[in-house]
């Protein structure tokens, strides 16, 4: 069936580091792939998407590009901060599905 | 426009009791998710409704149960609580059935269920 494997966590950085997150997922045909980020205390908020092969979504200097030759879908940001610390979930829909399939999520530290 | 609301923020229940909790979506919306992340897991997704109408349910016993309004707003009922029911429950909502697949879903800030 379809789903998604995200790298274990905790992830510790320092500020300023470079981040990646591993996402890779199973799917048949083109599912649509999300990254949500979950602070604190907090529910879910969408942090990008791409529906696409080669698509790349982009937000908050967060960025992830579909890649359907690798099936996976990367979290990067070229510069964390403090304030990024929250645990992150790589997610899919597959093709014509109603139900997000998401993974374990990934809790990310910064530290300054 | 308002985002996904939950109600209540906090519960406290015992034992064997019952707790209900309450969503509204996103205006306009017409599909509510309801999802349990226990502590230090990841999401577990519970029941599915759309147009009034329970579409799937995950693997979850009986007691947990729900309903969705002719508005559109959804409850959450477990009934016979047990200590492993404390949680953060999740809502979101998503255009619906008449909706595009890559329609996103739009979570709310979850209700924080604390069974004694």
């Known amino acids: 069936g379809d789903s998604v494997t995200q790298m274990e966590g905790p992830v510790t950085l320092s500020e300023e580091a470079f981040l990646t997150i591993n996402c890779t997922y199973t799917?048949?045909?083109?599912?649509?792939l999300f990254w949500y980020v979950q602070y604190p205390g907090e529910g879910l908020q969408l942090l990008l998407k791409?529906?696409?092969?080669?698509d790349k979504g982009s937000n908050k200097g967060f960025e992830a590009t579909y890649r359907k030759e690798t099936t996976s879908f990367h979290l990067e940001k070229g510069s964390v901060q403090v304030s990024d610390s929250a645990v992150y979930f790589c997610a899919l829909r597959p093709t014509g599905g109603f139900k997000t399939i998401f993974g374990a999520g990934t809790r990310l530290f910064v530290k300054a | 426009e308002a985002g996904v609301t939950q109600s209540p923020t906090h519960l406290i229940k015992t034992r064997g009791q019952q707790a209900t909790l309450r969503c509204s979506p996103i205006s306009g919306h017409t599909s509510v998710y309801w999802y349990q992340q226990a502590l230090g897991l990841g999401l577990q997704f519970l029941l599915w409704y759309d147009e009034g109408e329970e579409r799937n349910r995950g693997n979850f016993p009986p007691r947990f149960s729900g309903r969705q309004f002719p508005n559109y707003s959804s409850e959450l009922n477990v009934n016979a609580l047990e200590l492993e029911d404390s949680a953060l429950y999740l809502c979101?909502?998503?255009?619906?059935?008449?909706?595009?697949?890559?329609?996103?879903?739009?979570f709310g800030p979850g209700t924080r269920l604390t069974v004694l």
């Open positions: 979101a909502s998503r255009a619906g059935l008449g909706g595009s697949s890559t329609d996103t879903q739009y």
């Open positions: 799917a048949t045909g083109y599912p649509s």
């Open positions: 791409a529906t696409k092969a080669d």
